[in-house]
């Protein structure tokens, strides 16, 4: 099993470009959550999906845009891209909102925003 | 909302030592989960031991061990035989209701040979 895949690995962008990451999961969570991480700092969550066509916001969703279409995919959108949302992110599951069961991460994503 | 607190930006200790890292966290909830994930250079985040807040037992996972005081707020780590490999920043993080994990800003721990 892959586990939780995120795609790309890096990425070097623009400002005002857009992009979207994927995540991808073949342990069939229900859950799933992307996450920032900056400098000196923990993950901070960004979006979360509790199932498919699911979405919702956590502690810092602005300036960005989520989908679940289909359960094993989670996508993280930038529809134009600061300065600001430099960092990393991560994409992660879990079967279980209420920490029964822990979180699954991704490798993380390096997203640089020119 | 819950907050968490790690109070040691940087650790170090000599291979086969004890350590034990700090964290502090506040919540309104009653059911609660609280976790150490590890994150070495290479970036991952790998799940180090869990606890449940309910169960007064403290968890332990082979070299590793917690310290949960639940009236405190206080839930440290402690790594034993400290090993090379054990070289990564240390997360506490806490699951509520809320239906998110809310980290610490990290502990970066460093095992001297």
């Known amino acids: 099993n892959a586990g939780v895949t995120q795609t790309p690995k890096f990425r070097v962008l623009k400002t005002g470009q857009s992009m979207t990451l994927l995540c991808a999961q073949d342990?069939?969570?229900?859950?799933m959550y992307w996450y920032r991480q900056d400098p000196g700092m923990g993950l901070r969550l960004i979006h979360y999906?509790?199932?498919?066509?699911?979405?919702a916001k956590g502690e810092v969703p602005d300036g960005y845009n989520v989908s679940r279409l289909k359960k094993q995919n989670f996508l993280l959108g930038l529809e134009s891209a600061a300065p600001s949302q430099t960092s990393v992110y991560f994409c992660?599951?879990?079967?279980?909102?209420?920490?029964?069961?822990?979180?699954?991460f991704g490798d993380g994503t390096r997203l640089s925003i020119l | 909302a819950q907050t968490v607190t790690q109070s040691q930006p940087e650790m170090s200790v000599q291979e086969a030592e004890t350590v034990t890292l700090s964290c502090t966290y506040d919540?309104?909830?009653?059911?609660?989960?609280l976790f150490w994930y590890k994150q070495p250079p290479s970036r991952q985040m790998i799940l180090v031991i869990r606890?449940?807040?309910?169960?007064?037992q403290n968890a332990t996972e082979n070299r590793f061990s917690v310290n949960f005081q639940k009236a405190a707020k206080s839930f440290s780590l402690k790594i034993s035989d400290s090993q090379l490999g054990d070289t990564a920043m240390y997360f506490c993080?806490?699951?509520?209701?809320?239906?998110?994990?809310?980290f610490g800003s990290g502990t970066q721990l460093t095992v001297l040979p």
């Open positions: 606890q449940e807040a309910y169960k007064q």
């Open positions: 999906s509790v199932g498919e066509g699911t979405t």
């Open positions: 992660a599951s879990s079967y279980a909102l209420r920490g029964r069961q822990p979180q699954h």
């Open positions: 993080a806490s699951s509520g209701s809320a239906r998110q994990l809310t």
């Open positions: 342990m069939n969570h229900e859950y």
């Open positions: 919540t309104s909830e009653n059911n609660y989960y």
